[in-house]
Every structure is written in C-alpha cells, then in structure tokens.
C-alpha cells in the first residue's frame, strides 16, 4: 500500500460532492480502475460517486476588470 501522501498525489482527483456541497478531494474505490470512468469516495463524507479522471475541470470562468 502506498503512503497516504504519495495516494492523494497520485490518485486523487477534486470534484463536487453533492453531499458536501463543494469541492472535495475523491480518491478511488477500486485500486485497478483502468484510466477510464471509476468509483470515487470523497475523502470528507465518504459519498461515492463516478467520476472520470481524464476529463478536465473547467471552473466558473473569472471575470476581467476593464478600466472605463
């Protein structure tokens, strides 16, 4: 087993929780998830739900303040 640091690095992933009601790290249930869409556990609540890892997450886009 890896060392709970090096398995958050490696193998977390952020994503909402609906639980929660936030973001929140998820790691992953099933140790051979394979790359594609896998079972995740959020590390506060221990809500499972699918993710898949390879898709990027795009936050609320950031407003630019342009002087008038």
């Not at 790290?25 to 556990?41: K, N, R, S, T």
Request: glycine share 10%.
């Amino acid at each position: 087993m890896k060392n709970t640091a090096e398995l958050l690095m490696l193998e977390g992933v952020v994503a909402e929780c609906a639980e929660c009601d936030g973001d929140r790290i998820f790691l992953p249930v099933d140790e051979h998830c394979g790359g594609g869409a896998c079972e995740f556990c959020c590390t506060t609540c221990g809500a499972a739900v699918l993710i898949d890892p390879l898709l990027s997450y795009t936050g609320p886009s950031v407003a630019t303040h342009v002087a008038v």
